[in-house]
T-cell receptor, first 115, second 111 residues
Framework: EPEVTQTPSHQVTQMGQEVILRCVPI?????FYWYRQILGQKVEFLVS????????KSEIFDDQFSVERPDGSNFTLKIRSTKLEDSAMYFC?????????????FGAGSRLTVL | RKEVEQDPGPFNVPEGATVAFNCTYS??????FFWYRQDCRKEPKLLMS???SGNEDGRFTAQLNRASQYISLLIRDSKLSDSATYLC????????????FGRGTSLIVHP
């Protein structure tokens, strides 16, 4: 079964450092998302990406965050200067839309710990 | 952003019990509805989509009530392995197509 792959599975960083989280979506999928989940809280939307540009973003996705698809397969989330409150699980998700089902498939997540 | 509300629980039930969860959504233009399951520290996984006429998959039944803006999930004959958090997901309409998550309902099935 096709899957969304995320790396790293866990990253520990110092406050103020830059972090890049990587995702390889399912190959025929066209829509890509980043969500985050702070421990014990709900899954929150960050940003959606289609046709090589951001289609929607939430209030959480401020100037510290950026996304790009540098090579047609990887989809990255960059946090420029991490804060303690950025500690969370970050999930990448994708779907293809042509079937009309609009079902998101998630990666296993990248756990970010900011010290 | 419009909200999706769920009772966080936990629902603590014995094996074999029937349990039901509800979820309400505030955006009347919402277009697609799903139940996802999330195990501790894992990613959400699709349990089932929810169709207007209601749908069933084995022990699981989902219903949609557009007039009252809620969806429900019924689990019959609960198994220990059903213990998880059940996430209600609503794809917004009205110009936004983002799947929005409720905070989940925790289910604990005990022997």
């Amino acid at each position: 079964e096709p899957e969304v792959t995320q790396t790293p599975s866990h990253q520990v960083t110092q406050m103020g450092q830059e972090v890049i989280l990587r995702c390889v979506p399912i190959s025929n999928h066209l829509y890509f998302y980043w969500y985050r989940q702070i421990l014990g809280q709900k899954v929150e939307f960050l940003v959606s990406f289609y046709n090589n540009e951001i289609s929607e973003k939430s209030e959480i996705f401020d100037d510290q965050f950026s996304v790009e698809r540098p090579d047609g397969s990887n989809f990255t989330l960059k946090i420029r200067s991490t804060k303690l409150e950025d500690s969370a699980m970050y999930f990448c998700a994708s779907f293809e839309s042509s079937s009309g089902a609009n079902v998101l498939t998630f990666g296993a997540g990248s756990r970010l710990t900011v010290l | 952003r419009k909200e999706v509300e769920q009772d966080p629980g936990p629902f603590n039930v014995p094996e074999g019990a029937t349990v039901a969860f509800n979820c309400t959504y505030s955006n009347s233009a919402s277009q697609s509805f799903f139940w996802y399951r999330q195990d501790c520290r894992k990613e959400p996984k699709l349990l089932m989509s929810v169709y207007s006429s209601g749908n069933e998959d084995g022990r699981f039944t989902a219903q949609l009530n557009r007039a009252s803006q809620y969806i429900s999930l019924l689990i019959r004959d609960s198994k220990l392995s059903d213990s998880a958090t059940y996430l209600c997901v609503v794809r917004q309409g009205g110009g936004s197509y983002i799947p929005t998550f409720g905070r989940g309902t925790s289910l604990i099935v005990h022997p």
